[in-house]
C-alpha cells in the first residue's frame, strides 16, 4: 500500500456513517478472569487525546464498528488485518506509537503464566471526558489519562467507578480474582512456585502502569493508578496520593494527598501530614492546596489553602474549627478557604488555634537538591 493509498483508506474510514470520533482512545492489553469473565485490569500502552483520530478510525473500519465509546477486543484477524495496511510505516514506528504497540500486540501470549486468567488485545474508546465510564476499561483508561498527565485531577468523570471495578488479588504474577486465588496459590506453591501478593484491592499501583518522567516515588505501593505527579514531584518512604489527586508542580510529598485533592507547585507536605479528601462525607467539598505553602509534621487540613499559607506541625484544622485573628475575634476556618498568606498555629499558652497575615510567600521554599529529578 502507498502512502496515498494509505491515506485515502483512512479518508474513508473516517467518513464510515458508522465512525464517530471519541475524545480519548487507547491500545492495550486487558486481563480477563476465567471464573466469570470480569475485568480485573486493563493496561493500556498508548493513550490518545484528542489526537490520531485517523487510527481509530482505521482500526474500527477493520473491526467493523464506530462507536465512539466502549471497548472492542481486538483478535489476531484484526491485528494482522491493521498491519498489513500500515506496513510501509514499518520502519518509523518511532513516530507512530499506535501502530508500534499493534506490533507489540501481535504477539501477544493469551496466558502469559498458571493464573487462571487470559491476556486479550482490545481498544477502548470514551465519546466525552464529561461521562460517566461504562465499564472496568473505560475507568482504566480514564486513570491512564491521570497518571501520564493527559488530564488533570477532576478532569474527566470518574463517577461510579467502585461499583465498575473488581476487588482484585494484585500478585508478583499479576491480577487474579479473589475467588480462584486459593486454589491457583496452592497448585503454584506445589510446584515449587512462589508467588507473592503486594494487596488486595479495587486499584492497583500506579507505576506498574505509567511511570511520569522527572518523579521520584520511594515507595511504589503508596501511590495508586490516577494519581497526577507533576514534574519534579517527590513521594517519599510515607508519602501517599490517591486516585483523581496529585500536584500541579515540583512538590515534597511526605504526607497523604487524598481522593481529589490538588496541590500546587513548590509546596511542602511535611512527615505523616494529612488533607481530607472527597470519598467521605458524600464526596462534593474538593480541597485545593495552593502554591509555596507549608503542611508541618502530622499537620492536617479539612479547608483549602492559598497561596503561600503554613499549617503548623501537629495542626489539625478542621472546617468547623474556631480560629482567633489578630484583632482577637472569633471564626470558622471554613470561613478562610482559600485565602493565600495565612499562618495557622495553635497557642502553646492558651490552646486556641490563632491566624496570622504573612508579609510574602514561604522563604525556605523546597530543597532544590532533592527536585532536581
Not at 3 to 19: C, I, K, S, T, Y
Not at 250 to 263: L, N, P, T
Not at 323 to 341: C, E, F, I, M, Y
Amino acid at each position: 500500500m502507498t502512502r496515498d493509498a494509505f491515506e485515502a483508506m483512512v479518508d474513508a474510514a473516517l467518513a464510515r456513517p458508522q465512525f464517530s470520533e471519541p475524545a480519548a482512545f487507547g491500545l492495550g492489553v486487558a486481563t480477563i478472569a476465567d471464573a466469570d469473565g470480569a475485568v480485573l485490569d486493563t493496561w493500556f500502552a498508548s493513550i490518545n487525546l484528542g489526537e490520531n483520530i485517523g487510527f481509530a478510525a482505521a482500526l474500527h473500519d477493520v473491526c467493523g464498528t464506530g462507536s465512539p465509546t466502549g471497548t472492542v477486543q481486538l483478535d489476531a484477524t484484526a491485528i494482522e488485518e491493521m498491519r498489513a495496511r500500515s506496513e510501509l510505516f514499518r520502519d518509523e514506528l518511532h513516530e507512530h506509537p499506535n501502530l508500534a504497540v499493534l506490533e507489540d500486540l501481535a504477539g501477544l501470549v493469551e496466558r502469559p503464566n498458571p493464573l487462571p486468567v487470559r491476556k486479550v488485545a482490545v481498544l477502548t474508546s470514551i465519546a466525552a471526558l464529561d461521562d460517566a465510564p461504562l465499564d472496568a476499561h473505560d475507568v482504566y483508561l480514564r486513570l491512564h489519562l491521570l497518571s501520564s498527565r493527559k488530564v488533570a485531577p477532576h478532569g474527566v468523570n470518574l463517577d461510579g467507578q467502585f461499583g465498575l471495578l473488581s476487588n482484585v488479588v494484585w500478585t508478583t504474577m499479576g491480577p487474579c480474582d479473589v475467588a480462584s486465588f486459593p486454589a491457583a496459590q496452592r497448585t503454584l506453591r506445589a510446584t515449587g512456585t512462589t508467588i507473592g501478593v503486594t494487596s488486595v484491592d479495587k486499584f492497583p499501583r500506579m507505576v506498574d502502569y505509567v511511570v511520569p518522567t522527572g518523579v521520584r516515588v520511594a515507595d511504589a505501593e503508596r501511590v495508586r493508578l490516577g494519581a497526577h505527579l507533576a514534574e519534579g514531584t517527590t513521594v517519599m518512604h510515607e508519602g501517599f496520593v490517591n486516585f483523581n489527586a496529585g500536584t500541579l508542580g515540583a512538590c515534597m510529598v511526605e504526607g497523604r494527598i487524598s481522593a481529589g485533592v490538588v496541590v500546587g507547585a513548590d509546596t511542602d507536605l511535611g512527615g505523616g501530614s494529612s488533607i481530607m479528601g472527597t470519598l467521605s462525607g458524600g464526596g462534593k467539598e474538593v480541597i485545593a492546596v495552593g502554591q509555596r505553602c507549608l503542611i508541618g509534621a502530622n499537620a492536617g487540613i479539612g479547608i483549602s489553602l492559598g497561596d503561600g499559607c503554613i499549617v503548623e506541625a501537629g495542626l489539625y484544622l478542621t472546617a468547623g474549627t474556631v480560629v482567633t485573628l489578630p484583632d482577637g475575634s472569633h471564626r470558622k476556618a471554613k470561613d478562610l478557604s482559600g485565602t493565600p498568606d495565612l499562618l495557622f498555629r495553635r497557642n502553646s499558652l492558651s490552646g486556641s488555634v490563632e491566624v496570622l497575615a504573612r508579609a510574602g510567600v514561604w522563604q525556605e521554599g523546597l530543597n532544590d537538591a532533592l527536585h532536581s529529578n
